[in-house]
């Protein structure tokens, strides 16, 4: 009767643990792919002659609690760099240099890098054992970046005048001083365990609600968010 007596408490101690929320503790390495543009694009582009993202490392840190079997809370901190070059044809577009500023249509050469330490904080739900969707938000703090570029072949109209730029003179701004310091936006992903339990593969899309600079900046007419893709993978210790 004790033995059996025991085996029962036991079963309801092993059945209590079952219950109780677990941890989850990652580490992930992987790829951002995408840019920072203005969404939805404006009539003032009239074309993209050419993009190119840069292969950008992301490294990340996250601790997991599941609330159920099913539901759980995550909170990470990331180090992400992201960057992009493009090519665009601009019509009656603003864009202000280090003499003068005004409306061009013409070509439009522009390279952008940034690096942010970012905190994402997401919700999880887990469809299968091995495969779980997520959403959430993340605050990201810009460390360094460039937003540069160059104009050409086309016309510049001050108000005033109109300057002429040539193929071959490329007049060169840089608006990299004038970055907005944080970024912040929303992610949805997947996480998948392809092999066993500690090989954990990701994808996440991340959309910035915030333009890379700020409200009162006047050096090109549009907003320019952050949309990024990014391809991890990881180890679930």
Avoid at 74 to 97: M, P
């Amino acid at each position: 009767m004790r033995i059996i007596n025991l085996s029962l408490l036991l079963l309801c101690v092993s059945a209590l643990a079952a219950e109780r929320p677990l941890w989850d503790i990652s580490a992930k390495i992987g790829l951002n792919l995408g840019g920072a543009m203005p969404f939805p694009i404006p009539a003032n582009i009239q074309k993209i002659e050419n993009y190119s993202s840069n292969i950008g490392p992301t490294v990340e840190a996250e601790a997991l609690r599941w609330i159920n079997k099913k539901v759980g809370v995550s909170a990470g901190i990331r180090s992400d760099n992201k960057g992009a070059k493009t090519t665009t044809k601009v019509k009656e577009y603003s864009l202000r240099f280090e003499d003068f500023h005004g409306k061009f249509r013409g070509t439009v050469d522009t390279e952008m890098s940034f690096n942010y330490l970012s905190l994402p904080v997401l919700a999880h739900y887990v469809l299968q054992n091995n495969f779980s969707v997520y959403a959430g938000a993340y605050y990201a703090y810009l460390l360094n970046g460039e937003f540069k570029g160059a104009a050409s072949a086309g016309y510049l109209n001050t108000g005033t005048d109109k300057i002429t730029f040539r193929e071959e003179d490329r007049e060169q701004y840089d608006f990299s001083k004038e970055l907005r310091r944080y970024d912040a936006g929303l992610s949805i992903g997947m996480n998948y365990l392809p092999y066993n339990e500690h090989i954990l593969l990701s994808f996440d899309f991340n959309y910035g609600l915030l333009s890379v600079f700020p409200e009162d900046f006047k050096g090109i007419a549009d907003d320019m968010q952050n949309v990024y893709g990014r391809l991890s993978v990881g180890y679930l210790f």
